[in-house]
């Protein structure tokens, strides 16, 4: 008994599917200008945090001086003394401190050199008013490797998109993959996204010198929440998590970092998502640990927590959409025990048939 080939046919691609699928790059070409473009451009002081220090009888009028010519531009506060000054500049509460009595301007550049400059503008002209000379004192610096302190934004920005893309992938080409499986091929790509960017930083580049280790687990930790935050999404929405991912943590993560433009010279709306996106949380987070000896780090990791576990609520919401499992014996089970020889990453189907399940008389061969 001879079996003639099927005749394959081609099929007309509906227009309707074809302009659908066209908004995605339309979507892209909007999105990426509108979202980096109205974030860094014209950046300048927004209620920028500076200080006076009352050295002088002057410094209340300087004070009250700065405030009337910036307007909404800085917030100006008198500190006791240097001392205080300095505290607040190692805790990244302050901008610059100026000493009215000396002419010193205390700054910390490893916070921020484009905040920095923009202070040193602002008390540049108070300077020169009171016949003093500026002398800008700067009391953290970046690494030598790192002049312009801003290359922890690209680990930030690989360890964000890797576990973005981990868990697209796993969502894509493994649906029906047990979360505990899929949670742990996460964890391990996490560990190894840590070390692998670590490595390049500290052994190829020498971009830093120190703080090696808080380093990699904050990649790690970056790495892991995107991770299952995306997973948690695909779980409940389906494929339309891939655009709901990435506006979250390319098209307005990024831009909100607050290190290619600094938060306070941002617009308010990128003002606020840096305090919410756990891009913002991890670069601030990078920020303080490297060049601050980590002062100030609870609020950051406060955010990737509850980002960490808003991705673990919506993987137990898509939990509790799946078909319940039937009882053992019953002949229905959804999924069989996993045998010693089958791959770890098992895409298990609605349609697998059971352990029990005769094979169909379809699948015999003709006789």
């Known amino acids: 008994m001879s079996v003639q080939p099927q005749q394959l046919s081609a099929k ?7 302009l659908l699928a066209m908004l995605f790059p339309l979507f892209m070409a909007f999105a990426y200008p509108g979202s980096y473009v109205s974030a860094f451009y014209n950046p300048h002081p927004r209620d920028m945090k500076v200080e006076v220090i009352e050295t002088s ?26 001392d205080t000054a300095k505290d607040d500049l190692r805790h990244l509460d302050t901008r610059a401190a100026y000493d009215p009595s000396t002419g010193d301007l205390y700054v910390a550049s490893a916070g921020s050199r484009q905040a920095t400059q923009a202070a040193q503008g602002i008390f540049e002209s108070v300077a020169k008013q009171s016949g003093t000379s500026l002398n800008v ?21 690989g360890a964000t998109i890797a576990g973005y893309m981990t868990a697209t992938m796993l969502n894509t080409f493994g649906p029906r993959t047990r979360v505990r499986t899929r949670l742990a091929v996460q964890a391990v790509m996490a560990v190894a996204a840590g070390v692998v960017e670590t490595a390049i930083s500290y052994a190829v580049f020498g971009s830093f010198d120190a703080h090696i280790m808080p380093v990699a687990l904050i990649i790690t930790g970056t790495f892991f929440t995107a991770s299952v935050v995306q997973m948690g999404l695909f779980d409940i929405i389906g494929q339309a998590a891939s655009l709901i991912g ?3 943590f390319v098209i307005l993560g990024i831009p909100a970092t607050g290190v290619a433009v600094s938060y306070d010279m941002m617009p308010g709306f990128f003002r606020v998502m840096n305090q919410l996106l756990p891009t913002g949380a991890s670069s601030e987070l990078m920020r303080r640990s490297l060049y601050f000896d ?3 780090v609870g609020t950051p990791i406060l955010v990737l927590a509850v980002w960490l576990l808003i991705g673990t609520g919506l993987l137990w919401m898509g939990s509790l959409r799946s078909r319940p499992v039937p009882p053992m014996g019953s ?3 959804r999924r069989p025990p996993r045998t010693s020889d089958e791959p770890l990453l098992t895409a ?3 349609d697998a048939p059971s352990p029990g399940d005769e094979p169909s008389t379809a699948s015999q061969p003709a006789r």
């Open 12 to 18: 007309k691609i509906p227009t309707k599917f074809v």
């Open 57 to 82: 009888p002057q410094a209340s009028q300087i004070s009250q001086e700065i405030t009337a010519e910036a307007d909404d531009a800085t917030d100006v506060s008198t500190v006791p003394d240097v």
């Open 137 to 157: 004192k700067d009391i953290k610096t970046p690494s030598e490797n790192d002049s312009t302190g801003t290359s922890f934004l690209y680990l930030i920005i």
């Open 246 to 248: 990435l506006t979250i």
């Open 294 to 296: 980590g002062n100030g």
């Open 331 to 333: 002949g229905e089970d």
């Open 348 to 350: 298990y189907t609605d």
